[in-house]
């Protein structure tokens, strides 16, 4: 089952911290952005270009994105996104949060699995 991120839905920062550890490991353009975010969940998220691309601009509105354009052999012109020293930094402290707060929720649904009340499945 695919789910769409939906910036609405998702956690407040969910697409941006995604974006940023794709970009960590070398620099990308949206398309193979929102692929590889498809590709690394398994084909469980996915992203429009509704959500991707908005996010990359407020991303280098906040300095922890840049971007280059770049022509490929074919001729087309890319815009390709690089993370920055800032948002390595923001990466670290979103990252770390984020496995707080799903270590914690996993723990209450955890502890929720052996009432016999309650029904996950």
């Known amino acids: 089952m695919r789910m769409t991120i939906d910036p609405m839905g998702?956690?407040?920062g969910t697409l941006d911290m995604m974006i940023l550890s794709l970009l960590v490991e070398e620099p990308l353009h949206g398309y193979l952005l929102a692929r590889?975010?498809?590709e690394r969940s398994g084909g469980v998220l996915g992203i429009e270009e509704g959500s991707l691309y908005p996010a990359l601009q407020?991303?280098?509105?906040?300095?922890v994105v840049?971007?280059?354009?770049?022509?490929?052999e074919?001729?087309?012109?890319?815009?390709?996104?690089?993370?920055?020293?800032?948002g390595r930094k923001e990466?670290?402290?979103?990252?770390?949060q984020w496995r707080t707060v799903n270590a914690a929720v996993e723990k209450i649904i955890q502890s929720i699995k052996g009432e016999r009340s309650v029904?996950?499945?």
Do not use: F
């Open 10 to 12: 998702a956690p407040p």
């Open 36 to 38: 590889r975010i498809e």
């Open 58 to 63: 407020r991303l280098r509105k906040r300095k």
């Open 66 to 72: 840049s971007d280059e354009w770049l022509t490929q």
């Open 74 to 86: 074919s001729g087309r012109k890319i815009r390709v996104y690089s993370i920055t020293r800032a």
């Open 91 to 96: 990466l670290v402290q979103t990252a770390g």
């Open 119 to 121: 029904r996950l499945t």
